[in-house]
């Protein structure tokens, strides 16, 4: 995002929010993460 012209607070942000969202996930499952997983929606 940075490359793109984003400040780099707003990139940090973004992967911040990313995280969340994987870790929420995670949480949510009770399934251990899993790289090649592939949302069916």
């Known amino acids: ?3 793109k012209g ?3 607070k707003a ?3 973004a992967v911040m ?3 969340v969202h ?3 996930g ?3 499952t ?3 993460w899993d790289e090649n ?3 069916t929606a």
Do not use: E, I, N, S
């Open 1 to 3: 995002l940075v490359a």
């Open 6 to 8: 984003k400040a780099k």
């Open 11 to 13: 990139a940090l942000g």
């Open 17 to 19: 929010r990313k995280l």
């Open 22 to 24: 994987l870790c929420f």
């Open 26 to 28: 995670v949480l949510k």
């Open 30 to 32: 009770r399934l251990p």
């Open 37 to 39: 997983y592939v949302a």
